[in-house]
């Protein structure tokens, strides 16, 4: 979900060592489902699109030090999802986006796309979980060094999120690694 390269406003160098760490990721990653991880099945990709914000991630250089994450997705003319990520940067207190696009791996009905924020490099993007009336989802990447808690709120009930980590421990997840992401700057406006 929210592999993206950060566009800093003309700094080359840094947007260039950010894009080759997720070139390296993606060729590592590829797209392939971690093992303990079903993509969910019954998909409707209408239902999902729209605004999600991360609750909880592992941690990963293309996030690191990023809060009120949010990733917008909308259909693409080609058949595929726009993916958009967004990102607070708080040491820098600037807001980072980037522009990615996915496609399911086979049929729409399975929860399972590649994303790609560059060139032809693909990371998988399973969501291995979902609930019934698309309120919250949780993504795995193509192994399980990538693993992400969304919300259609910036928040989750407790109890939602003790369900969720132990589903997550279950599969093979470091649960006790999670980042929780804090929201604070979008709802200041900053």
């Known amino acids: 979900m929210n592999d993206f390269p950060v566009n800093n406003g003309g700094r080359t160098g840094w947007r260039s060592i950010l894009l080759l760490l997720l070139a390296a990721f993606m060729l590592a990653g ?3 489902v971690p093992p303990g991880v079903t993509p969910v099945q019954g998909f409707q990709i209408e239902r999902y699109l729209g605004v999600w914000y991360e ?3 592992l941690d990963h250089s293309f996030e690191r030090g990023l809060t ?8 693409r003319a080609d058949g595929g999802i726009e993916v958009i990520n967004r990102g607070y940067n708080v040491e820098n207190k600037t807001w980072k986006e980037a522009k990615g696009r996915a496609y399911f791996l086979d049929s729409p009905s399975t929860a399972s796309l590649k994303v790609s924020f560059f060139g032809p490099f693909y990371g998988g993007y399973h969501v291995m ?8 989802a949780m993504v795995a990447g193509p192994d399980h060094d990538y693993f992400w808690i969304l ?4 928040n989750l009930p407790d109890e939602v999120m003790k369900t969720l980590l132990q589903t997550a421990r ?7 690694s999670l980042i929780r992401v804090s929201h604070h700057h979008a ?3 900053d």
């Open 30 to 32: 590829c797209t392939g």
């Open 55 to 57: 609750i909880s991630r």
């Open 68 to 75: 009120d994450v949010s990733a917008q997705y909308q259909p």
């Open 129 to 136: 979980a979902l609930d019934p009336d698309y309120r919250w």
């Open 151 to 154: 919300a259609r709120t910036p």
């Open 170 to 176: 279950q599969a093979g997840f470091d649960v006790d």
């Open 187 to 189: 709802a200041a406006g």
